[in-house]
């Protein structure tokens, strides 16, 4: 037979529930205030130090040659003949292409035959001074003859003259010849020194109008030799944009030829390191897992976009490998060095908006602190610490990314 069980009091069942729910609400708020927790093996650390601060920046850096030579025409004319290819190594002097020029070949033979005309012209006019003073060289022979002719006849007749043989009209007439002769001595010794003087000067501006015409010519055959085009410098010939029967306007630009006696590196730079980056800035260049040592040689202060460019040169070119027109290469630019100064290593700041942010390390080793710190330069791998952290603090280098977490507990070994 059933027993009728005596029904609990009210106030006993509200007591129970309401301790329930305490409970719970109790065990809610510890597991939400619990702080986050990591195994220590899943991080990394790294220790703060004092040592020798070099601030470097990353370049990527464009290959170029040394010297570039571009290849221009210098008369317009149509394409004949193409010599070489793209990609050809080519020499000083070498022809590149050929053009045709009609009207400036009928040109130049015009000009020829008039200059060789004129030059004719001036030889002959030297010819006739010559013969000129040849004459009075034959005159002034025959003048000079005949005086030593009259003056031994003079003679004679002033002796037969003594004797009565002969009149005194006969030795006046001897007499009066031999002075007339005297006189055209005189007068042709003073023509011939006039006509020296003359031949002298005239004979300096035929030399001259020579050498000018001469010139001239020469003038008009290298322009019809500049018909074939030619390699300005020795290299490779890495542009060139021309097609046989092309027609090519006087200066067009037909291509480039780079030289092969070594090669240069540009780079594009913030405008932020413009005061830092000067010419004789050093760095190394990183070409197949080997650096080889870089100086900046020139700065090109114009600023564009937000960038400036740079010129660099290697310092030693003698274990270079081939390089190519137009390669990247990662090269570093050392702005300061060796000033003794607080860092960190790079990877271990966590960058929040305009803040900088790192976990340090406790004594214990039982948990990370998040802390605020102010940092100064940078470069590839360290970061100046202005303030936040002493020399010898621990920060967490890796396992910790996107945590935002005040305090983070490290368990485990």
Known sequence: MDRVLPKKPRKMRWAISGFCVVFLFGLSVFLLEANPSVTKADISTATVFIGAFEETIPVRATVAPLHTTYVDTVVAGRIESILVKEGDEVIAGQPILRLANTRLQLEFISKEAQVTEQLNNLRNTKLAMEKDLLDLRREMIEVEYNIKKLEREARQKKMLRKQGAISQDEVDQTLELLTYYKRRKELISLREKTQKALRSQQLAQLDGSVKRLSRSLDVASSILEHLTVRA??????????????????????????????????????????????????????????NHFPVRVTKVYPEVANGTFRIELEFANTAELPRLRRGQTVNTVLNLSRGKEVLQIARK?????????????????????VRRRIRLGRSNSRYVEVLDGLRSGDKVVVSGLEGTKESRIDLVGE
Not at 240 to 255: C, D, F, K, P, S
Not at 348 to 368: F, K
């Open 232 to 289: 300005p410098q020795s290299g490779i010939l890495t542009s060139l944009t021309a097609e046989v029967g092309q027609y090519i306007n006087q200066g067009e630009r037909l291509g480039q030829i780079d030289g092969t006696s070594g090669h240069r590196l540009t780079a594009l730079i913030s405008e932020y390191y413009l005061e830092k980056v000067s010419v004789g800035t050093m760095g190394t260049a990183n070409i197949d897992s």
């Open 348 to 368: 271990g700041i966590l960058r929040d908006p305009n803040i900088d942010i790192v976990y340090v390390l406790a004594e214990s080793g039982d948990y990370a």
